[in-house]
C-alpha cells in the first residue's frame, strides 16, 4: 500500500531557531499534501495543503510566515516551522492524497525549549 | 455544514465486547467516509471508508454502517481486544478534487482484559 514517510519522528530545539520536517510519498506521487497539527488528547487541525510547483493554501489563523511549506517535486513537501517559540510545540502530521485516498505520516513530536 | 460529530469522546469496553462509534455530518457534499486509528505518537492509519452508495462495509472485525437519508455512519468493532485500545476519528471529504479530510474530534476506546 501507499507508504508516506515522515522525518524526524522528534525533535527538540531551542527557542527561536528555525526546524524542517520532511514528508515524502515512498511509492506514489502526490499531487497534494495536507500538513496537519494536533495537541494533546485533540483532533487533527489542518494547517495547509500543498500542491506540487504552486504556494500552499494556509487555513485561517495559521501564519504562513511561520509555517513555510515547499512541496518542490511530487515526492516530497516540507514544513519549516521559522522562529519556533514554545507555544509551536506540537505534534505535526502530514498526509498524502492519492486518488480517492489518504495516507499519513508517522508524525514529528516538536519541542522548543 | 463543514463539521463531522464523533460520539461518544471516550468508550470502556470488555474484551469480547463490540464498540460502536457514532457520527454525523450535515453536508451532503460529502463523497467519502472514512475511520481512522492512532495510537499514542503515530500518525493515524486508515481502518476502514465507505461512499454514500453503500449502506455497509465490513473488513474482518470492523464494519461501517452508513445511514444517507439521517446523515450518520458508525464504526462498529467485534469481539474488541485490549490490542484495539487507540483513539478513533471519523472523518469526511468535500466531493472536490484535492481537497483535505474534515476530522471528527476523536473518541478514545479502551479495552479492558
Known amino acids: 500500500g501507499a507508504v508516506v514517510s515522515q522525518h524526524p519522528s522528534w525533535v527538540i530545539c531551542k527557542s527561536g531557531t528555525s526546524v524542517k520536517i520532511e514528508c515524502r510519498s515512498l511509492?506514489?506521487?502526490?499531487?497534494?499534501m495536507f500538513w496537519y497539527r494536533q495537541f494533546p488528547k485533540q483532533s487533527l487541525m489542518l494547517m495547509a495543503t500543498?500542491?506540487?510547483?504552486?504556494?500552499?493554501?494556509?487555513e485561517q489563523g495559521v501564519e504562513k510566515d511561520k509555517f513555510l511549506i515547499n512541496h518542490a517535486s511530487l515526492t516530497l513537501s516540507t514544513l519549516t516551522v521559522t522562529s519556533a517559540h514554545p507555544e509551536d510545540s506540537s505534534f505535526y502530521i502530514c498526509?498524502?492524497?492519492?486518488?480517492?485516498?489518504?495516507?499519513f505520516g508517522s508524525g514529528t513530536r516538536l519541542t522548543v525549549v | 455544514q463543514q463539521q463531522v460529530k464523533q460520539s461518544p469522546q471516550s468508550l470502556i469496553v470488555q474484551k469480547g465486547g463490540i464498540s460502536i462509534i457514532n457520527c454525523a455530518y450535515e453536508?451532503?457534499?460529502?463523497?467519502?467516509f472514512p475511520w481512522y486509528q492512532q495510537f499514542p505518537g503515530k500518525g493515524p492509519a486508515l481502518l476502514i471508508a465507505?461512499?454514500?452508495?453503500?449502506s455497509e462495509k465490513k473488513e474482518g472485525r470492523f464494519t461501517i454502517s452508513f445511514n444517507k437519508s439521517a446523515k450518520q455512519f458508525s464504526l462498529h468493532i467485534m469481539d474488541s481486544q485490549p490490542g484495539d485500545s487507540a483513539t478513533y476519528f471519523c472523518a469526511a471529504r468535500l466531493n472536490q478534487a484535492g481537497t483535505a479530510l474534515i476530522f471528527g474530534k476523536g473518541t478514545t476506546l479502551s479495552v479492558s482484559s
Open positions: 511509492d506514489f506521487q502526490a499531487t497534494t
Open positions: 453536508n451532503t457534499a460529502f463523497d467519502y
Open positions: 500543498s500542491n506540487e510547483g504552486s504556494k500552499a493554501t494556509y
Open positions: 498526509s498524502a492524497s492519492e486518488g480517492n485516498g489518504y495516507t
Open positions: 465507505i461512499r454514500p452508495d453503500v
